[in-house]
């Protein structure tokens, strides 16, 4: 690293030297640094491979070009054809380390599989780097180029892009101040799915000591169901649903054809849960690149040298219905149809009744959503792995309070500003309800310690789950307080509902004909 005065740090990378920007506190952001070749050409839907080199310093004082997707997002860039060089990373690192080297956090962006980048405002690393954690963000394939099914090509091509850049973090990060053996790989909704299925995949073993999951979804397909996808994608596309034709069709159409399709999941769903939240890419449990749901890995022991922490918030769904991603229910009839096709236990619904006196039909319909899908999954994602020997710690976002917009509530994507430090970073105020106050600034520093605390040592400040008690921190205004799980209603409602993560599904209920409780093929989207 070079220690110039001015605008400009330059790094030696395995690829060549890289030009960042240093800001006047001494942070430097190197941004847009390729870790693999351009996904396209004669490499599309193949696994990523090495980087070219180059001569020279590579300017990377901007982000790169994003995957193909139709999504433009507050403050982030959007995609254009012909944008190639989507699979980069980017660093924020707080100078010359003293002392040896740091910490490493490796954040994934969420999105449903099918949309985001890591130049969104939220995600910018500074704080967290100032924090004494050298940050690192990595865009990866999405959509139909990352997830969907193609013959003849491998499965799950956006989480071999992120290995690709955990391995590019093993071989660079010390040039950056870094500890390559030292390295928390960290992600919310389909980033907090993605580290789950690191967890339990094979090709990441070794490439981080730790990881952070917030908001992880229980979404992934068997390859049966994301070959039928396939085939409508191709359909609408207008071409066959084969790995040449696949090559044949433009990422441009696939992302045209992928949205057709999803836009008609409500009506005619290939799993049940799309007919209320239809989107159609997520990991697939394919036997090879993601071996078994990472729920079964995790009970298994498979990352028990892993130290976990995992969040979830406590109204998960309001967020998704709030922006139109879900659809509305309006009769008792389709609340009772929406659990069937969950496969959530009829007697949810009067439990969750009990529970919430007065509430709208709505109300229960987002709480027993948000509980099925997210809530409950990662908390038993901290309970299997404590279980089976691993360290984890389990955490609820639960921040609430009156603004003049109205209230803020502890929804999906409300944790995300507060744990990097970014609560006035463009189009946060939407995220997180409202422009911040004081006690959130300050909540914001303790989720932010917390996650730089965890990847230094393993330590995020309350006690670990353990094979009998689950301890749960609730991150809330005025300020926090941790409870046992014991003592939780909601959880005790889903003690005796076992996930039985894999298998295909058999139809059963009014729509399916009764068998155990099994979400194999459920779908979610973020």
């Avoid at 910018?124 to 139909?144: I, M």
């Avoid at 091509?157 to 690709?164: F, I, K, T």
């Avoid at 393993?458 to 409870?483: C, E, I, L």
């Avoid at 909601?490 to 993560?501: M, Q, T, Y």
Wanted: charged share 20%; net charge neutral; aromatic share 10%.
């Amino acid at each position: 690293m070079s220690d110039r005065a001015g605008a400009g740090a330059d790094f030696r990378t395995t690829s060549g030297h890289v030009l960042g920007m240093r800001s006047a506190d001494g942070l430097v952001a190197v941004l847009g640094i390729p870790y693999a070749a351009p996904p396209f050409g004669p490499d599309r839907f193949r696994p990523p491979r090495p980087a070219a080199r180059w001569g020279g310093v590579r300017d990377c004082r901007s982000f790169g070009p994003i995957a193909p997707q139709s999504a433009a997002l507050p403050g982030s860039p959007v995609w254009q054809p012909g944008d190639e060089e989507v699979l980069t990373v980017n660093v924020w690192v707080r100078g010359r380390p003293a002392g040896g080297p740091l910490p490493v956090l490796f954040w994934i962006h969420g999105g449903a599989y099918t949309f985001g980048s890591s130049a969104q405002p939220d995600f910018d690393g500074a704080a967290l780097a100032r924090a004494g954690v050298v940050v690192v963000s990595c865009n990866y394939r999405v959509g139909f180029e990352g997830f969907g099914h193609v013959p003849g090509f491998p499965a799950n091509r956006g989480l071999l892009d992120q290995v690709a850049a955990l391995r590019w973090v093993r071989e660079n990060i010390a040039a950056f101040g870094g500890d390559p053996d030292n390295v928390t790989v960290a992600g919310h909704s389909a980033g907090a799915g993605s580290v789950a299925c690191l967890m339990a995949m094979e090709r990441a073993r070794g490439l981080f000591r730790r990881a952070i999951a917030h908001s992880a979804p229980h979404a992934f397909f068997t390859v049966e169901a994301a070959a039928a996808l396939t085939s409508r994608i191709a359909a609408e596309a207008g071409v066959v649903p084969t790995g040449d034709g696949l090559l044949a069709a433009s990422p441009q159409l696939l992302v045209a054809a992928s949205d057709k399709v999803a836009g008609q999941c409500s009506a005619d769903p290939i799993v049940a849960v799309q007919a209320y939240d239809p989107v159609v890419f997520q990991p697939v449990v394919d036997g090879d690149v993601l071996p078994v749901d990472p729920l079964r890995a995790l009970a298994a022991g498979a990352s028990r040298d892993v130290d976990l922490l995992v969040c979830h918030t406590l109204e998960e769904y309001r967020f998704l219905y709030e922006i139109g991603s879900v659809r509305a229910i309006t009769s008792e009839r389709e609340l009772e149809d929406f659990a069937d096709a969950l496969r959530i236990p009829a007697r949810l619904i009067a439990d969750y009744r009990a529970l919430m006196p007065g509430a709208s039909l709505l109300d229960l319909y987002l709480a027993l959503f948000g509980d099925a899908q997210f809530g409950e999954y990662g908390s038993r994602l901290a309970e299997h792995h404590a279980r089976a020997g691993g360290r984890a710690h389990l955490s609820r976002f639960a921040r609430r309070r009156v603004t003049p917009s109205g209230a803020a509530r502890p929804w999906h994507t409300a944790d995300i500003p507060f744990a990097f430090g970014n609560l006035d970073a463009d189009g946060a105020a939407f995220l997180i309800g409202g422009t911040p106050d004081e006690q959130d600034r300050a909540l914001s520093r303790r989720m932010l310690r917390a996650w730089a605390d965890f990847a230094a040592c393993g330590d995020p400040g309350w006690p670990p789950v353990t094979a009998d008690t689950t301890t749960v921190k609730f991150w809330a205004v005025p300020g926090d307080y941790v409870a046992d799980d014991a003592t939780s209603d909601v959880r005790a409602l889903w003690r005796d509902i076992p996930f039985n993560p894999s298998g295909r599904r058999r139809r059963y209920g009014r729509r399916f004909a009764h068998r155990p409780y099994d979400r194999s093929d459920v779908c979610v989207p973020y």
